[in-house]
């Protein structure tokens, strides 16, 4: 006879989990903070949609609309989607998890590459199924790799356009190689979450894909370009099947009000998003070519962050860097959980915070002005 069990067990993908770690929030020193861990826009939030914010708080006792009608018009209308394809969710975090939860189940696979953001692999498991890494190429994403791994037990592919944490993307040319040699019943999934930052002239975020494919999704966030992070804000636009799966599973109220009121006039600003756009246009190179002249080397990003790599030498290595940093107030992203234990992560921050990096990085290599 099997022993009874005395307390109940989660199913054993939830154990193989690693719980995600958000980037850190506080230094250790320094007489200002400047927070560059999470990707965060330096630029804060459009004041119209910090007064729709404030609008929802006398009505606080009332349930928000279950559809999100009002913001998945909104989107529709300035980019031309059709709303009724539209899923909203708590950041499109919440939006990659449903689609994991609809589409694997146990014995299946989901892929993502190697340095592919880390929810990936926490939706896969969490639903059952077993996650697949594929290795990238000059830390992008390698589609001959990807569909060699492909079997008749995949379900999913998961990829980050561009990718968190390197900034490199693929062109839409190969996306669409990609989705060419993928079968009809597994599921693509392009997680544009820094579309808005791309200015290149062969990338897409994926809408005219979705809106021509079955198979095809693509997910976006406000928490990003728009600076809605703390309020957990994102959407996903899907062919008409999927869409409806993913609402038969997701919660009845899942986006709040407040979300949904700060997000439609966040889409509609769309002078505040060029405002945003052009700030990182001149910082983003700005940073990458000084932090060069330094001897460091930085993965050339398209988002609105870099990827700095540190040589392995005693007292110069990532560690030694992030310690230093701390110390003066500078908070970068360590990604060693992302395979890459040489390099640490910096968001593009505000003219005082990216000089004060460089500053402060010259020091650490020593080569202090």
Request: hydrophobic share 45%.
């Amino acid at each position: 006879m099997t022993a009874s069990k005395t307390r109940p067990e989660p199913h054993p993908g939830v154990l193989k989990i690693a719980a995600y770690v958000p980037g850190k929030s506080t230094a250790t020193g320094g007489s200002k903070l400047h927070k560059l861990s999470s990707n965060e826009t330096p630029l804060g939030a459009s004041a119209a949609a910090r007064t729709a914010f404030g609008s929802v708080v006398d009505h606080l006792e009332l349930y928000p609309d279950g559809s999100s009608t009002a913001l998945r018009e909104a989107i529709g209308e300035v980019l031309g989607l059709n709303p009724a394809r539209l899923v909203c969710g708590a950041g499109s975090d919440e939006l990659l998890h449903l689609i994991a939860q609809a589409y694997i189940g146990p014995g299946d696979e989901g892929i993502f590459t190697e340095h592919g953001f880390l929810v990936y692999r926490i939706a896969i498991l969490a639903a059952g199924g077993e996650p697949v890494v594929v290795p990238e190429k000059n830390l992008t994403a390698d589609v001959d790799a990807i569909l060699a791994a492909v079997t008749e037990r995949t379900r999913v592919v998961f990829l980050a356009n561009p990718n968190n944490p390197t900034g490199t993307y693929l062109p839409m040319e190969e996306v669409r190689r990609l989705h060419a040699g993928l079968p009809g019943n597994v599921l693509l999934v392009l997680d544009a979450a820094y579309a808005e930052y791309v200015r290149r002239n062969d990338y897409e975020s994926g809408i005219e894909l979705v809106a021509t494919s079955d198979n095809v999704v693509m997910t976006r966030t406000f928490s990003k370009i728009h600076g809605l992070a703390n309020l957990r804000l994102g959407w996903t636009y899907a062919p008409d099947h999927i869409a409806d799966a993913l609402n038969r599973i997701r919660g009845p109220f899942n986006v709040s009000g407040a979300a949904i009121a700060a997000g439609v006039a966040a889409i509609r600003d769309r002078a505040f998003v060029a405002s945003a756009v052009d700030h990182n246009e001149r910082w983003l190179p700005w940073l990458t070519a000084e932090l060069e002249k330094l001897g460091l080397s930085v993965t050339p990003s398209v988002g609105n962050f870099i990827l700095i790599h540190f040589p392995d030498e005693a007292g110069k290595r990532s560690a030694d860097a992030d310690a230093f940093l701390l110390d003066r107030g500078l908070v970068l992203r360590r990604v060693d959980n992302y395979g890459l234990p040489r390099a640490l992560r910096a968001s593009i921050g505000s003219e005082e915070a990216n000089r004060d990096l460089v500053a402060a990085l010259g020091e650490f290599m020593g080569k202090g002005k």
